[in-house]
Structures are given as structure tokens and as C-alpha cells.
DNA sequence: CCAACTCACTGGCTTGAGCCAGTTCTGGCT
DNA sequence: AGCCAGAACTGGCTCAAGCCAGTGAGTTGG
């Protein structure tokens, strides 16, 4: 035997995709191009439209092109949109009055939106209730807000609170007031001190498709938030889901210089 | 017309997968639980096995099982494996004598193995070379090392650091000796200070689905860290490519508490 | 002038047939 | 008992044909 498996020649769907995706590669397709349709594809390399039809799934499952309905398949443009991390929580954006959200979106010449989805009081899905330190049916308000760029969704926001802590205050209510609900959550003596943000990255479920308006291919960005107060309790969780092609995530960090095995 | 688009029915591929998903999702298909054959599929919904394999290619897509040649089809396990972060830079690991990479494997009864797979001069990519402060060519000197647990490939990261700072330092050399690169770059007077990690995730080239032996429909992790020295400048910038389905960020940070604005 | 229609395009999805290539079971032969 | 070949399964991929549903441009009628 030479090698193992022959490798011989790939699948002709292969083939196909392999081209297209050497031709976006060197730039002689940019971004925004439109690709040859499935039947002159399927044509061009004597294959059947299925054939083509497949080698474009391929390049749209692998985040290279978008195929819309009726329309054709395109080069996807590379925008990273939106750039979050520690600093989303940081106080000194209060000078502006404005969230981080929003004052990340007004910088890009868009209009902000933040619809107010959803206040309900519920049982903690089991992430959330290990780190906010609460279980049982009905512990937790869930607050689930929809954020737009001129009307292009970009993150799904649910925050959990303690329910026994947060039920009779302005938390109940879809405007909370200045500084939001951390202005809230101050009024309750918890001051964010310390945050901790577990990232995941998956594809979405059908629902959020459907929401953040997903083409195929993009998997989504999934934060879990955790506040810390001054004391070291944690006192909110929130996760949000971002799609992924149009966030990044910033961390800076201090580098701890002490030795010592924790 | 009452509602747009007449909602109607799915296609049956669709509506197979809908029921496929629930199925999985209630647990009457549990993680490992093999599901009908494409054959069968196609039968017990009396459609063409093209259809019932498309219904599985989607939950494959939307991460949910995987699918084997000559096997069949399964739910995947969700196993998050590996969990790094800020404190992937910290000290304190040094009185372990191990890299935090090798600690998490060995606490999890495997075997870590690294393969430096080359050390070479090159062009920077644009945004290591902003990063870095470098530009043009061979001005970075590119270490790239492929990390295993038992055999099963977890991260690929690829090391830049600037060419005419260590092209005559062990740098050079695939084993850097004691506290790794970083303590071959302190010997050169850099001392990791502050750090920060630019965090996406996307799509996997086929090249990384070769080298991380990825299955469909997983998303990749991408973290750019910058280190930054005591005084605040860049020394060396790191890509790290993980599976997302096996790897969890975690960043824990102090939250600044000046309402000054930047 | 503009609205409405028509038609030629686009992809979405299905059918049913067939061949190929991995995997696993099974039964027969040593 | 043990091995080994083949049968019977699995998915991978293709073909050719067809109908449906968005899109957009060009035409037609008010």
C-alpha cells in the first residue's frame, strides 16, 4: 500500500466547493460577489444541479457565502460589528449616560432598540441557580431583552435574580430606571465588584435562527455572566447570545505575578 | 390571507428533524442513543431515504448528533472537557512545575502530549503584526504547536514573537526550558503584566477540521492574546484555535469602579 | 405617471433509483 | 475454539426529473 485510504479523488460537490473556495481565497471572488447559480454550476462542470446545489451547501455551512432564496449565493462580507467583554461592565460609561450597548451602536452612526421580551418569575434553568446560588420552582426573575442595530437583531439578553431579593422593587418593572438594573441592584446594596464571563460558542437552536435572523453557518457566542458583589456574593447572572460573525469579545486582565499554588 | 406567508406545514425533511430534536431534547434519545437508520426513517415516514438523510444532516449541522459511516447516527455527548482563561497566564501555576495546559489534562487522568509541528520565520498576519508593532517580512518569528489529550487533538497555537528580539535566544528551539517561552522572554526582560484576549469563534477551515479531527457542525474558538510587559508594551502575541464543543473560556476580572470616562 | 401583471430567473425540497464504502454480525470451515 | 469470508447492514454521494416559492425586471393598462 502507498498511503492509507487512496486518496484518490475527492467527491465531484467537493471538487466544486474546493474551486469556489480557491477563488474567494486569492480575491478573484470578493466579498459581495455573487457565485454562478446551482444550474450553471451544475453546467459549467457537468454535474447534476443537485451536485452544485450541494457544493454550495458545503461553502455556506463552512461561513463562506450566504445563499438567499430566489436571489443567489454570495461572498460573505467580514464585519465584526460589535466588540464586548470586561469593559461592558465597567462604571466610567456612566459619565455618558448612555449603556455600553448603546453607546457602542450611536458610535456606529446605528440606531439602538432593546425590546423588553419577557419579565417573568421562573425556576432557574441548572447553570443559572448553581451560580446565583438558588433552586426550586419560582426562585428566580427572568428578565429577557431583544437589542437591535437599526432593527438587525444582535443579542439575546436574559438576566436571572434572586426572586426573594428583587419582587416588590422597580426590577419588576420594564424601566428600570437610571443605570439600569445595576442602579437597582446598588439600591439593594450590591455593588459589582468582581465579574466572571464563561464563553461558549455552538450552533444555534432553531429559535435563535429565527430571532438573530441567522443564515446557515454562523454559530452563536454564548456568555454567562456572573456579578459579584463587595462581599463575594454573587447577586445576578446573565447570558447572552450573540451571533458570532459580528461580535468579538474583549478581556483585559491583570496577570497575577504571585507564585503561590491557589 | 391571515397570516404572512401562510405558515402551513414544514417540509418533511424539517418536520422529521422537529421530531428527531424533540425526541433528543426530552430525553427519550439519550446522549449516545443511536438514532434510525436513513433507511428506516425514509420508511416509517414514507418518504425517500434522500429526505430522512437530509433531516439528519440538519441536527448534525445544528450540532446535536454525529454522524458515522457504516455506523449510524448518534446523540452527541456534551462533554466541556477543557475550561482556560485569564488564568491561563497566571503565576501560580510555576509551583506546580506544570504548563496549566498539562494540569488539566493530568486532573483529568489523561495523557497531555504537545507536537511542535515548526518554528519558523514569517510574514506576520495583519493583525498579529498590529499587535505586535511589527510589519513586513520575516519580521516575526512563528511557533506553532499542536496540544493532545490521550491522542485526541484539543488546541492548535500559534506563538508570534518579534524576530529581531529572540532570532539568537533559545526561542529558537522547540524545548525553551524552564516556565516555557514566558521564561525565556522575562531572561529578555519581559515580564507579563497585563494581558488581553480578543475572543471569536466561527467555522473551522478544513484544514482545521483535519488537524482537530472535527466532526460537522462544531464551531471553532479563536482567542488573539496580547501580552503586555511592565512597561505596557506588546512582547508576544498568541492564536489559539480550540473546538468549541470541548472548550469553555473562563474570565474572571475586577470591575473598575471610576465613573470617569475614558 | 404609476400600479399591477407577467415572465424569466433564482434557490428549496422532494422523489426514487443506483453505486460505492465503511462496519458488524454470522455461519462455516479449519 | 478460533479464524475468516461473506452477507447484511450502515452512511456518502450522485443522477435526472419535477414542482414550488421567492425575486426583480420589463411590460401593460389605467
Chains 1, 2 share one sequence.
Do not use: C
Amino acid at each position: 500500500m502507498t498511503a492509507s485510504t487512496t486518496p484518490g479523488r475527492r467527491p465531484p460537490s467537493q471538487q466544486i466547493a474546493d474551486e469556489l473556495r480557491q477563488a474567494i481565497a486569492d480575491g478573484s471572488l470578493g466579498p459581495g460577489a455573487r457565485l454562478p447559480s446551482e444550474r450553471a454550476l451544475a453546467q459549467e462542470y457537468k454535474a447534476a444541479r443537485n451536485t452544485a446545489a450541494r457544493a454550495l451547501q458545503l461553502l455556506e455551512e463552512q461561513g463562506l457565502i450566504t445563499i438567499e432564496h430566489g436571489k443567489g449565493a454570495f461572498v460573505r462580507e467580514r464585519q465584526r460589528l460589535f466588540r464586548f467583554g470586561n469593559d461592558r461592565y465597567s462604571f466610567r460609561h456612566r459619565a455618558t449616560g448612555l449603556t455600553p450597548f448603546r453607546l457602542e451602536v450611536t458610535q456606529q452612526g446605528k440606531e439602538p432598540r432593546v425590546d423588553v421580551v419577557g419579565i417573568t418569575r421562573e425556576d432557574p434553568p441548572e447553570d443559572v441557580g448553581e451560580r446565583l446560588g438558588v433552586a426550586g420552582p419560582g426562585s428566580v426573575l427572568h428578565r429577557e431583552n431583544h437589542y437591535f442595530a437599526d432593527d438587525e437583531p444582535v443579542q439575546i439578553v436574559s438576566t436571572f435574580l434572586r426572586w426573594d431579593e428583587v419582587h416588590d422593587t422597580p426590577l419588576m418593572q420594564p424601566k428600570t430606571g437610571k443605570n439600569g438594573i445595576y442602579g437597582r441592584l446598588e439600591d439593594l446594596g450590591h455593588v459589582m465588584t468582581t465579574g466572571r464571563d464563561e464563553v461558549t460558542a455552538r450552533m444555534p437552536t432553531p429559535e435563535e435562527t429565527e430571532t438573530l435572523r441567522l443564515p446557515a453557518g454562523v454559530p452563536v457566542v454564548e456568555v454567562l455572566h456572573t456579578s459579584f458583589d463587595q462581599n463575594g456574593e454573587p447577586f445576578e447572572v446573565t447570558r447572552y447570545v450573540h451571533r458570532a460573525d459580528r461580535t468579538g469579545l474583549v478581556y483585559d486582565f491583570p496577570v497575577d505575578q504571585t507564585e503561590e499554588d491557589a
